[in-house]
């Protein structure tokens, strides 16, 4: 390969990178934006995981946090779509990930906390449902008891449950 052809090939890498996670985080702090209560509860669940709710008693403090990560998330995404101050942004962004890619895998192997919420709760109902019937279509019919187990155990009074 020529310097040029290389050169071309790490652009192109960079700047798909570079739009993958502006828009990652443009879209987080989006839905956390819509929905900053959501974001307090399950901040609030991860305090109570780690032992650190006596340290956030007061009401507000988990709100605060929730609004304050997404606009952060949000202007982070931003400024790395536009290339605005580069270095910084690029830190920050390195700086939460060192910070989550850990929490969130000592959650997922600890089950501290059941849900991250990412779905919202209000929708699990349909959730299990929808991950039923894909199973179902597909053959693998263990997999869908146990999303129709759920369901029903779960969400009797759900009109998914009732369905099936």
Not at 24 to 35: E, P
Not at 102 to 111: E, G
Not at 130 to 151: C, H, I, P, V, W
Request: include cysteine; aromatic fraction near 14%.
């Amino acid at each position: 390969m020529s310097g040029k052809t290389k050169h071309n090939l790490l652009w192109t890498v960079v700047n798909t990178c570079r739009l993958l996670v502006s828009a990652i985080f443009i879209f987080s702090g989006l839905v956390k934006l819509i929905d900053p209560h959501g974001t307090e509860y399950k901040i609030q669940d991860y305090l109570i995981a780690m032992h650190l709710d006596g340290w956030f008693n007061i009401g507000f403090i988990p709100l605060v946090i929730a609004v304050f990560l997404a606009i952060l998330e949000f202007c982070l995404g931003v400024y790395l779509l536009f290339s605005i101050r580069r270095r910084t942004t690029i830190s920050l962004i390195l700086l939460l990930m060192v910070f989550y890619t850990p929490l969130t895998l000592w959650l997922a192997i600890s089950d501290a906390v059941a849900d991250s919420g990412c779905f919202g709760d209000d929708k699990m109902a349909d959730i299990y449902y929808n991950m039923y019937q894909l199973y179902s279509r597909f053959g693998y019919s263990d997999e869908a008891a146990n999303y129709r187990t759920k369901l029903i155990a779960e969400y009797p009074e759900d009109e998914h449950a009732k369905l099936i």
